[in-house]
């Protein structure tokens, strides 16, 4: 399991924040780091995903403090070989905490069966603003099969939680679905949780959704990751959860 956890130090002393990085399939690496703030890299310790295994990336951040996090390369799911692969993805924000996750392409080459779940769990006032492409196959290739789920929820100050965002994709590039990917092998996402976003970025083709509680989606599916429109959204989008 890789963790990343990031802490203001205690009754406001000086210094910089503290973070704690434990390496699995993932290896965090330490970018940048203030008193709140703190940039990290992941990068893939070896080949992944083979079939059978099982990747888990839990994330914290504690209240008030900002973490970024951007993916060193993208990850490929290879053939599954008869046993299916996981990738767990564990989010928990403190009160005022912000995420910003600019996540590279995960891509399900031929043969592959992946099981991809996240979830979630914003504190009061917090915020995420998380990349998402998938990608159904290497060049070439029509992609193999991915069941993708996103939850998540808001804790407020009577600890009960409501839901903001829940969502199961079940793509197979085997059978194009009429009305999620159809032939398009390209499915591009920036997800903003916790914060409203900007009214005026909607670049030609990208679809956003405003979801009933404070958040959106902006979705583009295509035949290719380059020039998807998403990179602009997610420059637009990301003052709302960078305090700085």
């Not at 591009?188 to 909607?202: E, F, H, Q, V």
């Amino acid at each position: 399991m890789t963790w990343i956890a990031l802490a203001a130090r205690e009754d406001g002393a000086a210094g910089p924040a503290r973070l704690a990085l434990r390496p699995g399939l993932l290896q965090p690496r330490a970018i940048a780091r203030g008193t709140r703030h703190a940039r990290v890299a992941l990068v893939a310790g070896g080949a992944m995903l083979l079939g059978g295994d099982a990747v888990r990336v839990e994330v914290e951040v504690d209240d008030g403090c900002t973490l970024e996090i951007e993916d060193v390369g993208g990850t490929v799911a290879y053939e599954s070989t008869g046993e299916p692969s996981r990738f767990d993805v564990a989010v928990t924000l403190g009160r005022d905490a912000q995420l910003l996750w600019r996540a590279h392409p995960f891509v399900v080459a031929a043969g592959a069966d992946v099981d991809r779940q996240t979830v979630i769990d914003l504190g009061e006032d917090s915020s995420v603003l998380l990349r998402e492409t998938l990608v159904l196959g290497r060049s070439g290739e029509r992609g193999g099969r991915i069941r993708s789920g996103l939850h998540a929820r808001v804790q407020t100050t009577d600890a009960a939680a409501y839901p903001l965002l829940h969502e199961e994709l079940a793509l197979d590039g085997a059978a194009g679905r009429v009305g999620v990917l159809g032939e398009h092998r390209v499915l591009d996402s920036a997800i903003l949780l916790g914060r409203r976003p900007p009214g005026a970025t909607r670049p030609k083709g990208v679809t956003v959704l405003e979801l009933d509680g404070p958040g959106a989606m902006a979705r583009r599916v295509a035949d290719a990751t380059h020039g998807t429109g998403i990179d602009a959204v997610m420059e637009a989008w990301a003052p709302r959860v960078d305090p700085a």
